[in-house]
T-cell receptor, first 115, second 112 residues
């Protein structure tokens, strides 16, 4: 069964500092991996995704993530955080569409940005 | 670009009442997913439909039912509402060979 672990429930970084949010997954085959961001009371916005190919993927808002099969990780990074990045970030793993393609989410990491 | 539309955005019901949530997928998307996100929780998969047929089922209570219509919109029907049903309900849609789900803004259901 698919599962996702986000070890950090809360992270606080200073504006302009770099950011790394950790995500570890468990899946029997090559996973489809996603990062979504959710502002308070809002929907889920897709930041980036990995299906195959280049293990470093670029997303919106200056975010990137690196797939490391050996570590079963898909960590999200941003070189310089802006105050508007404060939100909750969810890592998710999905199966190919022929297996239903439902998403399994991690528990989320709440990012706080201090000025 | 058109996005997933959910209605209503907010809904307040009493215990034991019924509620119907609606989801309109992105045009030409044929698959719809429903997720429930409780307070402080991650979204949990409920059910999905592909071409109007149920394609997968998750932790959806028997009190809930859903369907997808000929125009691909979907409705989640919830009966005998309980306090624990208070949550944000997301719909997501996917189209064709793409494996990316796009989420709607959610319906916030409050059961009093």
């Amino acid at each position: 069964a698919q599962s996702v672990t986000q070890p950090d429930i809360h992270i606080t970084v200073s504006e302009g500092a770099s950011l790394e949010l950790r995500c570890n997954y468990s899946y029997g085959a090559t996973p489809y991996l996603f990062w979504y961001v959710q502002s308070p009371g809002q929907g889920l916005q897709l930041l980036l995704k990995y299906f195959s190919g280049d293990t470093l993927v670029q997303g919106i808002k200056g975010f990137e993530a690196e797939f490391k099969r050996s570590q079963s990780s898909f960590n999200l990074r941003k070189p310089s955080v802006h105050w508007s990045d404060a939100a909750e970030y969810f890592c998710a793993v999905g199966a190919p569409k022929e297996y239903g393609n439902k998403l399994v989410f991690g528990a989320g990491t709440i990012l706080r940005v201090k000025s | 670009a058109a996005g997933v539309i959910q209605s209503p955005r907010h809904l307040i019901k009493e215990k034991r009442e019924t509620a119907t949530l609606k989801c309109y997928p992105i045009p030409r998307h044929d698959t719809v997913y429903w997720y429930q996100q409780g307070p402080g929780q991650d979204p949990q998969f409920l059910i999905s439909f592909y071409e109007k047929m149920q394609s997968d089922k998750g932790s959806i209570p028997d009190r809930f039912s859903a369907q997808q219509f000929s125009d691909y919109h979907s409705e989640l029907n919830m009966s005998s509402l309980e306090l624990g049903d208070s949550a944000l309900y997301f719909c997501a849609s996917r189209g064709g060979a793409a494996d990316t789900q796009y989420f709607g803004p959610g319906t916030r259901l409050t059961v009093l």
